[in-house]
């Protein structure tokens, strides 16, 4: 949380402003995220094929993340923003046209990987200016609350989405999420230059050499690690969750809906309890990532839809709080004049591994069940438990 006497972030016009923004980018992509799914889905009735819009979405975050970062800490990340959202509405507008009864499967992913390719700078952009917007004293607290924009937004998303879906076709949910590109465009250009907080140039260390080298620590390698390992295996929910509901319980799209939905609630309160630290550390992974891994466990073992559904909010509970904490943990472990160079390094891990996890867990979902993705997926958070209480220290006390 913010420091005495420090406005919190929402007392922030910019901050606020921000994460309107990202609420309704985010609730506009789960238009366009479901309305793709179940198009390839009731095309093809394969995960596999289903896993070619998550790797043609992601591929290029893992191609482009590094070059986003250094990118972003030159170029002031409201400029990025500005670009990236006008982009992302022309593609997207483009994707709605090409969306039929009997698709092209490969163009879909063609226009999938050019959008993906904007969003490479988009998302680095989104997490760097953060520090910008609320300075270091509140930096914890709205990097943790940065997430409950994404959650909040699949609290609502999900279930708009199914039932647009069923009302008004695939073509005209994406065409929602281009008009949704287009207000988040309004509100980035409402954000004021002039009261944002600066992080300093990267060039401002050695005059010999015009640069500061950086640096990452045992710690960050650390963090860097857990989030490449949990990316890969425990974060393709809109692939895993919606292949679950479908093909293991045989659920319509509103149960699809619904899952997604009742998941991101609990998600908005993980995020809430996340953002109530104060300083986050590496080392307060360790509880972050064991329960996750446990209600993963307890969603891997519900044996019907209903159990399911009931054992979702606590899935989104430890998604929520995990991603809460890493996402403060990246931000403070760094120099602000390298937050960029950071959050790419998080955003190769988080979204640029996405394209291979997706195609694991979709031969896996295809070879056995969703359920065995989601045991895999609550081992690996396990594991990096024990990690992260190995590799990390205890922090001092005052």
Sequence with gaps: MSEPGEPGPFRQRNFSLYFVGQVISNTGVW??????????????????????????QFLPIFVLGLAAGRLVDRVAPRTVLLVTSLLSAVVTAALALVVTEDPNLWLIYGLVGVLG????????AAQAIIFELVGPGGLSSAASISTIA??????????????????????????????????????R??????????????????????????????????????????SLLAMNFGLVLTSTVDLSYGGDASAVGAVHTLNAVGAVLGGILAARQRAVSVRAMVPATAVFGVVLALNAAAPTLVLFLWAAPLLGL???????????????????????????????????????????MGWLIDASSGRVSLAVAAASALACTVLVLVRTAPAERD
């Design 189 to 230: 250009w409402m954000i004021r230059p002039a009261e944002l907080h600066q992080r300093g140039r990267h060039d401002d260390g050695d005059p010999q050499r015009g640069r500061v080298p950086f640096q990452r620590g045992r710690d960050v390698n650390t963090l860097l690690v857990v989030n490449v390992v949990v």
């Design 31 to 56: 238009f366009q995220n479901l309305a793709l799914q179940l198009v390839v889905l009731n095309a093809t009735g394969s995960a596999q094929a289903l896993s070619g819009i998550t790797i043609a």
């Design 150 to 187: 994404l959650a909040a937004a699949r609290s609502v998303g999900p279930a708009l989405a199914g039932l647009a879906f069923q009302g008004l076709g695939a073509a005209l949910c994406i065409l929602i999420n281009a008009g949704a590109y287009l207000v988040v465009f309004g509100s």
């Design 117 to 124: 390719s904007v969003q490479a700078f988009e998302r680095v």
């Design 318 to 360: 430890g998604i929520g709080y995990y991603q809460g904490i890493v996402n403060a943990a990246a931000q403070e472990s760094v120099d602000p004049r390298f937050i960029g160079r950071m959050m790419s390094w998080m955003t190769l891990g988080s979204y640029g591994m996405v394209p291979f996890g997706a195609l694991l």
